[in-house]
């Protein structure tokens, strides 16, 4: 018997509760794991609070992410004692997900665990660190660089914002960070943040095209947000669109794509193929100092989750949590 969050739909209420449960319980993919860590994203948030339409048949089991071995394979590709990752690909949404002692995942949404990299550290990062790495390669794909200028990080203190400050200033380009948290402002300063702009200040309605400011842009929230964000980059900037936490809306105009030759590139890490997903880990695995570990995680219990999936809804938590589901 091994211990996992289970979510019941009761009279439209999403329930969460951990329970018992046996290998056989586990739907039938092809590679036996024992997880060693899961982690905490804003969809997570959505599914275990019933927030979002995440999932749509129950029980499931969510976790979008996990780390771990591997305890049986039928796969060529993988063998009892491998340490794998696996972020994406609609598990905790459509397959059992990593809240979880022990998960079954299909061969060919694993990665191997990069060398260099603990679990923990692997979580610490999670889906929303790769999405900020790829975010990162889409704007060096634009022609983006460290010479190019500020970088713009929107929803900066949180697990997307907070991987993309610190990788940004790894790599050298000054980045500018967007919080609504004041609190914050040390933390994004630790990690690499020189200039801080408010929340405030970047959701104001805008006009088609304002004063060039950015060189690019991270974002992480949408609406008014990505909309003045597109109206203050510089000519030829390039701005990764990947979330939607202050809204789905998108309120701008053609004129910054017409006349300052601006790029918007979206960016999706559920269903981004394999080889793209290896040299994304593999650049986290070399990028992230240590430091950031230390200052952008922590880490919760099985039974903490859906407490802390309230709080990231309501845009409460700093930086990244990993699950333990061993604690
Ligand atoms: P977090 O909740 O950790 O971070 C989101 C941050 O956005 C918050 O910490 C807050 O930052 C800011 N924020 C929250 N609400 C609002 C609001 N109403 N208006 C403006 N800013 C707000 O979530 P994640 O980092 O895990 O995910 C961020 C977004 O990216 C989500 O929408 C998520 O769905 C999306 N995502 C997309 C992926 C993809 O593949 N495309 C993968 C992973 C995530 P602060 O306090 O600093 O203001």
Redesign the pocket.
């Known amino acids: 018997m091994f211990k996992a969050l289970v979510l019941e739909q009761e009279e439209k209420k999403t329930i969460a509760e951990v329970r018992q449960l046996q290998v056989s319980d586990l739907p039938d993919e092809d590679v036996l794991i024992a997880v060693d860590y899961s982690s905490l994203?804003?969809?997570d948030?959505l599914a275990v609070t019933g927030t979002g339409k995440i999932i749509r048949d129950f029980p499931m089991v969510p976790g979008i992410d996990l780390t771990g071995k591997v305890l049986e394979s039928r796969s060529d590709e993988f063998k009892p004692g491998d340490a794998v990752v696996m972020t994406?690909w609609s598990v905790g949404e459509r397959f059992w997900g990593g809240y979880s002692q022990q998960a079954k995942m299909k061969s060919n949404w694993l990665v191997p665990l990069p060398d260099g990299l603990t679990g923990q550290q692997a979580m610490a990062i999670g889906?929303?660190g790769l999405?900020s790495m790829l975010c990162i390669m889409a704007l060096e794909e634009g022609g983006i660089t460290p010479d190019s200028g500020e970088i713009l990080v929107?929803?900066?203190?949180?697990?997307?914002?907070s991987v993309a400050v610190a990788l940004l200033s790894r790599l050298g380009y000054k980045v500018a960070?967007?919080?609504?948290?004041e609190s914050?402002h040390d933390y994004l300063r630790k990690l690499g943040a020189t200039t801080l702009v408010t929340?405030e200040e970047m959701?104001e309605k805008c006009r088609p095209l304002e004063a060039q400011r950015w060189a690019g842009g991270i974002d992480?929230?949408?609406d008014s947000?990505l909309a003045r964000l597109l109206s203050e980059v510089d000519y030829g900037g390039v701005v990764a669109a990947?979330?939607?936490?202050?809204?789905v809306g998108l309120p701008t105009t053609v004129m910054p794509f017409i006349l300052r030759n601006v790029r918007l590139q979206g960016?999706?890490?559920?269903m981004c193929p394999k080889p793209r997903r290896i040299e994304a880990w593999k650049r986290l695995s070399e990028l992230l100092p240590e430091s950031f570990y230390a200052e952008a995680s922590q880490v919760v219990s099985l039974e903490q989750v859906p407490e802390m999936a309230q709080k990231?809804i309501a845009?409460q938590?700093?930086g990244r949590t990993i699950v333990d589901p061993n604690l």
């Open positions: 994203n804003y969809k948030g994406g889906t929303a999405t929107t929803g900066a203190a949180g697990g997307v914002g960070a967007v919080t609504g948290r914050s929340r959701s992480t929230v949408g947000t990947c979330g939607l936490a202050g809204g960016v999706d890490s559920v990231i845009g938590v700093q």
